[in-house]
């Protein structure tokens, strides 16, 4: 998760940085409904938790979720990239084409931790967290765009905010359930 905080600011502040210079309705032009067209069916990578220990179970589901996260990194980062690119280069058209992308690369992160199935109840939480945090990304981005007024912009700064406090929280919960995932290292055995 340390990796998606990284790459969602850093896109975030890009997309933030041109927002403050579009238009409302030129950045309605690149909302979801059109990244929904070419959203793909998402099938969840089948955990292989073993029945016969439910610790066992919880941590194969929790590095399931975090398997997620490696998998999603490289895809944020091109379209960070690109987003990045058409920003230097003044090419609007690659800019919107960068966003929209975004969209659709974050709409199917999502689809793609709610489709894994979890049974432990911390794990559970762990990834509803990641769903939230992801969805209020996605609601902050499009927010940040049509930021177009000095009461937008301040109403952004408050989501953003609200943003960074919950992928504080997200941490937590993860650095949690690393330590209760760790290896128990044995005592030495008495002679």
């Known amino acids: 998760m340390n990796k998606f905080t990284k790459i969602s600011a850093a896109a975030l502040v890009a997309l933030f940085l041109t927002a403050c210079d579009k238009p409302a309705d030129k950045a309605a032009t690149t909302t979801a409904p059109a990244a929904q067209e070419t959203k793909t069916e998402v099938a969840a990578p089948k955990a292989e938790t073993p029945a016969a220990n439910p610790a066992d179970a919880a941590q194969a589901e929790f590095q399931q979720v975090l398997g997620l996260d490696a998998e999603f990194t490289p895809a944020l980062n091109a379209v960070q990239q690109k987003i990045v690119e058409a920003q230097q280069a003044g090419n609007k058209e690659a800019l919107e084409a960068g966003v929209k992308e975004y969209f659709s690369t974050m709409e199917q992160v999502i689809a793609k931790y709610e489709a894994v199935d979890v049974k432990d109840a911390q794990v559970k939480s762990f990834k509803d967290s990641v769903v939230e945090v992801l969805k209020t990304t996605l609601d902050f981005t499009k927010e940040a765009q049509q930021a177009d007024t000095p009461e937008k912009q301040q ?29 128990k290292q044995e005592a030495p055995a008495a002679k």
């Not at 960074?164 to 937590?172: C, F, G, I």
């Open 155 to 183: 109403a952004v700064a408050e989501k953003q905010q609200t943003l960074l406090t919950k992928a504080a929280e997200l941490q937590k919960v993860q650095n949690e359930l690393q330590a209760r995932f760790a290896p």
